[in-house]
């Protein structure tokens, strides 16, 4: 009796509402890098590449760091020969695919750092979808 | 020299031809020919002229792959901006030298420091030819960037690089003149607003006028290749 409620919850559920995975199951993060930037940087940039092998859509609502005073989620783009940057309130990273975070499109920044950064450093960086959280390290690099 | 001669032949020759009809009278069986002569020579002429046009032309005309020359320079404005290093920098300093101006500010994690590593990279690659260049990065933040700290954060990438800024009324003037703009917008919190800003690359001559933009995306070679270009045209 227990097996087919469950089924049918959760068919219910795919049928009413985009079905987002609440944890984040499925999330891989890797070419997670930090540009080295001047030590006096208020700000520094965040790059990966965030994959979903799971069957649902993932949501990235909030991104944070032991290093950081606070991480926001941005996307930059040109309008009309000028450099725009927008927050984001979230990162969706589609079932079976990826999103990547790059030099000119969605990116992170890190704001606040408590200490210098220097090619070599690792800052953990967390990433949460609703109550979960995946932790990735990302390297800084100079950037190329 | 070129396109008067263009101008003027092709305006000239059918009064030339009509003339010479006229004055023949009747002895038409002679025009056909009379007339095909002459505008055989015409056709000849404009085509001097055209190949004198771009051979006169040609030299004097720079090409550049990275963004667009304007075709006279036009004038700056007296400007007075903060220097890094604590003193004025002013219309005279850009005398004497080609310079490139990048508009943005520190606070901007992605693609200032990105356009900054990668002027450093063609200050590099420029080789001997930098040392007629300078490149300018003129913060629009000048509210949170204190010439002090937008230098510390600018010579990061190259020492020879100029760091300046200056109150929003000046910036705004001399943007009215160099033709960049920028714009204050709200971030999550009052702190960490963010600056849109005019992504073009300013060229300004020996003479300190507008020479013209580079565009993005920016390619270090084809910047390195249009910058050398233009050093050796002004030699």
Known sequence: MRFPRSAAALLLAGAVSTPVLADCKGLK??????????????????????????????????????????????????????????????????????????????????????????????????????????HTPFTVRVQP | MGVWQDRYFIKVTPFLFIGRANQRGGDLHKVPNRSLSWALLAGFAVLIGIVAGLVVLRPSTVQIQSGTLLQQPRPIADFSLNGSDGKPYTKADLAGHWSVLYVGYTHCPDVCPTTLAQLKAVEKGLGAHAARIRFIFLSIDPERDTPEALGQYTHYFSPDFIAVTAPNAQLDALGANLGYVYEKVPGATPQSYLMDHSSALILIDPKAGLAGYLTPPFKTEALVSDLKQLVEKSS
């Open chain 1, 29 to 134: 993060i890797d070419k997670a890098w930090i540009p080295e930037a001047p030590p006096v940087a208020q700000v520094l940039a965040g790059y990966a590449r965030l994959s979903n092998d799971s069957d649902q859509p993932l949501h990235i609502d909030a991104v944070d760091g032991a290093d950081f005073g606070s991480v926001e989620m941005h996307q930059m783009s040109m309008a009309g020969g000028m450099m725009q940057m927008r927050p984001l309130t979230g990162l969706d990273v589609p079932a079976h695919g990826s999103t990547i975070l790059a030099d000119g499109g969605k990116h992170l920044m890190l704001m606040n750092p408590k200490h210098p950064f220097k090619a070599g450093d690792r800052s953990l960086l967390g990433f949460h979808c609703g109550k979960d959280v995946s």
